[in-house]
C-alpha cells in the first residue's frame, strides 16, 4: 500500500501512514490572525505534475556499478529489479523513489504509475545491453516500467572521491546537453497517451543533481542551441526539478542551493534542492558516514519514505535519525 501526504494550512510536518492519504486541514489560530495559506512546498506538486507526464530519473556518481552493471547482463526481454532484495539496486533506489515519491505529492493514483500513463524515463547511468524497458518494484510493492534513454553521465564510474576533480561546470554542460538531447528524440517516438505536451520532471540524485540542475539553469541556452521539446504539437515543458545530495562545489559552476525557488516567473520553473544535514558529499565532507548521502529512508526493512519529499525522517542504516559523524 502506498504512503500518501498532503499539506494543507499550518502542519509542516510529514506523518506517512500506512495505505491512508494524510491530509492536515487549517490549525488554531487566534481570529485576528486568519488561517495560513498553503506554501508553495505544499502546492508545487500538483501544480507541476499531471496525468500523461513524464519523470526524467537522473542517478549520479558510480550509477552504472549500482544500476546497468545490474541490469544489463539480464536476460528477460524486460528485467525485473527490486531494492528490497537486490542490495545493489537498493544503494541508488533514490531517483526511482524520488520520483514514486512526487506522483504521491502530486496525487497521481497508482494505477498510472504501473500502467505507463505517467512515464519513467532513466537517463545516464551508461547501460551497453540491448533492454529498452525494466520493471522497478518499489519498496511500497509498485511495479513501475523504467524506460532507457540511454547516456553516460561524466562521473558514471567510480566513487565520489576519485571523481572529484570531474565535478566540474564544463562536465555538467556535456551531461546536460545528452541529456536534453535523448528526452528531445525519445518524446515524439513515443507519443503523448494524452495529446497534449508534457511536462518533464527531473528527479535526480548525487553528480546527477548537478546535472539536473545545470539543465534547468541553462534550460534556455541548452534549448536555443538545440531546438525545442517538440511533443504532441507543441512543446514540453520542465516546470520541476528535484535534485537531492547534490556536491557542496563544483568546479567554475555555482548552484542555486537547498531549498524550493521558482527561476522563471513567465513559465513558472521550479528547482527543488533537498540536502540532509549529514550527507557528505553535500558537505565534502567525504570522511564522513557514506549512508547519509542516501534518501531513501528505512527504518530497518520498514520504508519510511523518500526524505524532503514524502518524509522528514532519516536513518543511517536502517537506524532512525541522522548519521553519527566525527
Given at each position: 500500500m502506498a504512503r500518501r501526504l498532503l499539506f494543507v494550512g499550518c502542519?509542516?510536518?510529514?506523518?506517512?501512514?500506512?495505505?491512508?492519504?494524510?491530509?492536515?486541514?487549517?490549525?488554531?489560530?487566534?481570529?485576528?490572525?486568519?488561517?495560513?495559506l498553503p506554501q508553495p512546498i505544499d502546492t508545487i506538486w500538483a501544480a507541476s505534475i499531471r496525468l500523461g507526464d513524464m519523470f526524467v530519473l537522473v542517478p549520479g556518481t558510480g550509477s552504472y556499478d549500482y544500476i546497468a552493471k545490474v541490469i544489463d547482463p539480464m536476460t528477460d526481454k524486460v528485467p525485473v529489479v527490486d531494492p528490497r532484495t537486490n542490495k545493489s539496486i537498493a544503494g541508488d533506489s533514490i531517483v526511482f523513489e524520488q520520483a514514486i515519491a512526487s506522483a504521491h505529492r502530486a496525487g497521481i493514483p497508482d494505477s498510472a504509475l504501473e500502467d505507463g500513463t505517467m512515464q519513467f524515463g532513466l537517463w545516464g547511468a551508461g547501460f551497453t545491453g540491448t533492454h529498452e524497458q525494466f520493471i522497478y518494484v518499489s519498496y511500497e510493492g509498485l511495479r513501475v516500467p523504467i524506460n532507457i534513454l540511454g547516456g553516460a553521465n561524466t562521473c558514471t564510474h567510480g566513487s565520489v572521491s576519485a571523481n572529484l576533480l570531474n565535478y566540474s561546470g564544463?562536465?555538467?554542460?556535456?551531461?546536460?546537453?545528452?541529456?536534453?538531447?535523448?528526452i528531445q528524440a525519445w518524446l515524439p517516438a513515443h507519443p503523448s497517451v494524452t495529446g497534449q505536451p508534457r511536462n518533464i520532471i527531473l528527479d535526480s540524485h548525487s553528480w546527477g543533481g548537478?546535472?539536473?540542475e545545470y539543465l534547468t539553469l541553462e534550460?534556455?541556452?541548452i534549448?536555443?542551441?538545440?531546438?525545442?521539446?517538440?511533443?504532441?504539437?507543441?512543446?514540453?515543458?520542465?516546470?520541476?526539478?528535484?535534485?537531492?545530495?547534490?556536491?557542496g562545489f563544483v568546479i567554475g559552476y555555482s548552484f542555486q542551493g537547498p531549498g524550493l525557488k521558482y527561476l522563471d516567473p513567465v513559465v513558472k520553473n521550479a528547482l527543488y534542492e533537498v540536502d540532509r544535514p549529514d550527507d557528505p558529499v553535500h558537505s565534502l565532507q567525504l570522511q564522513n558516514n557514506g549512508d547519509g548521502h542516501q534518501y531513501t529512508i528505512l527504518f530497518g526493512s520498514d520504508f519510511q519514505g523518500s526524505y524532503g519529499v514524502t518524509t522528514e525522517e532519516m536513518s543511517c542504516g536502517g537506524v532512525p535519525g541522522e548519521c553519527v559523524n566525527p
Open positions: 502542519m509542516r510536518k510529514f506523518v506517512p501512514l500506512l495505505g491512508l492519504t494524510a491530509v492536515f486541514a487549517g490549525c488554531a489560530t487566534d481570529a485576528d490572525q486568519g488561517t495560513e564544463a562536465n555538467a554542460l556535456i551531461d546536460a546537453t545528452d541529456m536534453y538531447k535523448r548537478a546535472d539536473a534550460f534556455a541556452k534549448a536555443a542551441a538545440n531546438g525545442p521539446w517538440t511533443d504532441a504539437g507543441g512543446v514540453a515543458q520542465l516546470p520541476l526539478t528535484v535534485a537531492m545530495g547534490v556536491p
